[in-house]
C-alpha cells in the first residue's frame, strides 16, 4: 500500500514537472532557433531575402485575368515599381511604428490556409504593432481566380475578413452558387457582389497583386513581405514573430 502511494505520488510530480517544462522549452526553442540567413536584393533595391518552406507552385504568368483581351493586356509592372511601398502595404506605409506584412496567398493553397490563419492571430496579438495587407493571387486555377474576386468584392462591403474566414475553412471549393449563399449568410448585397467581382478595379488590384509578384520574383503561394524582408514559402510563427521584432528594431522605413 505505502508503495502504491509512493508511486502515485512520484507520478503526480512527474506530470507538474512536464506541465512546468513545455513554457521553459518553448522559451529555449524560441531563444536558440536562429533566423535563416538573409541575403541582400539587387532588385528591388533596399529589399532582402530569407528561404522559408513549402510552397504551392504554379507556372501561370498571368494570375486573375480571365478573357483574351485581359491577357493580352501587360500587367502594371512599370508603375508598381514606382510606387513599390503604397502597391505592397497601402495605407500601412503611412506609420513607422508599425511594422507592415504583405501576405500573398491562394485560397486552395493548403500552406497559405495553414499561413493565414497563423498571421490573422499573430495581428489580433501584437494589435497596433503590425498592420496585414492580403494580396490574392490565385495561381490555382479557375476557382482559385473566382474566390479571389469574391474575397476583393465582399472587401468593398466591408466583409473581407469575414469571407476570407470561411473560404479558408471550408472544404467547398467557390461556385457561383456557392458564394451566392456565402454572401446571403454574411449579410451582403449578393447582386452587388457579383457586379464588384466584375469590376475594373477588382482586376486591377489583382493585377498589381501580380506585378509585384513578378518583381519579387515569386514562384507559388504563399510569399511574404515584411517590412524589408522577403520570404517565399510557409514560415514558423515563432520566425515570423522574431522577424517582426527585427524589422521593429531596425527600422524597415529604409526601402519606403
Not at 28 to 47: H, N, S, V
Not at 149 to 163: E, H, I
Not at 235 to 246: F, P, S
Request: hydrophobic share 45%.
Amino acid at each position: 500500500m505505502i508503495n502504491l502511494a509512493r508511486r502515485r505520488l512520484m507520478a503526480a510530480g512527474g506530470v507538474a514537472l512536464v506541465a512546468g517544462a513545455v513554457p521553459v522549452a518553448r522559451d529555449l526553442i524560441d531563444r536558440f532557433t536562429p533566423l535563416p540567413e538573409f541575403r541582400p536584393m539587387a532588385d528591388p533595391p533596399g529589399f532582402r531575402r530569407m528561404a522559408a518552406g513549402s510552397s504551392s507552385l504554379a507556372g501561370a504568368a498571368f494570375v486573375g485575368l480571365d478573357g483574351p483581351s485581359d491577357m493580352d493586356a501587360e500587367l502594371p509592372i512599370t508603375h508598381v515599381r514606382g510606387a513599390i511601398c503604397p502597391a505592397l502595404y497601402g495605407d500601412a506605409n503611412d506609420d513607422p511604428d508599425t511594422v507592415p506584412i504583405a501576405s500573398f496567398s491562394d485560397f486552395y493553397c493548403p500552406y497559405c490556409r495553414v499561413q493565414t490563419k497563423e498571421i490573422a492571430s499573430l495581428a489580433d496579438w501584437l494589435d497596433d504593432d503590425v498592420r496585414v495587407v492580403w494580396h490574392e493571387l490565385p495561381l490555382l486555377g479557375d476557382t482559385s481566380r473566382l474566390a479571389a474576386k469574391a474575397a476583393l468584392a465582399a472587401k468593398r462591403q466591408g466583409a473581407y475578413v469575414r469571407f476570407q474566414e470561411h473560404l479558408i475553412s471550408s472544404p467547398f471549393r467557390a461556385t457561383d452558387g456557392y458564394l451566392e449563399a456565402l454572401s446571403e449568410s454574411v449579410g451582403l448585397d449578393h447582386r452587388q457582389l457579383v457586379a464588384d467581382m466584375n469590376s475594373a478595379d477588382v482586376l486591377e488590384e489583382i493585377r498589381t497583386s501580380a506585378a509585384l509578384a513578378q518583381i519579387f520574383g515569386f514562384v507559388g503561394t504563399p510569399a511574404l513581405v515584411i517590412g524589408k524582408t522577403v520570404i517565399q514559402g510557409q514560415i514558423d510563427t515563432n520566425v515570423l514573430e522574431k522577424i517582426v521584432a527585427l524589422e521593429r528594431a531596425e527600422g524597415w522605413t529604409s526601402v519606403c
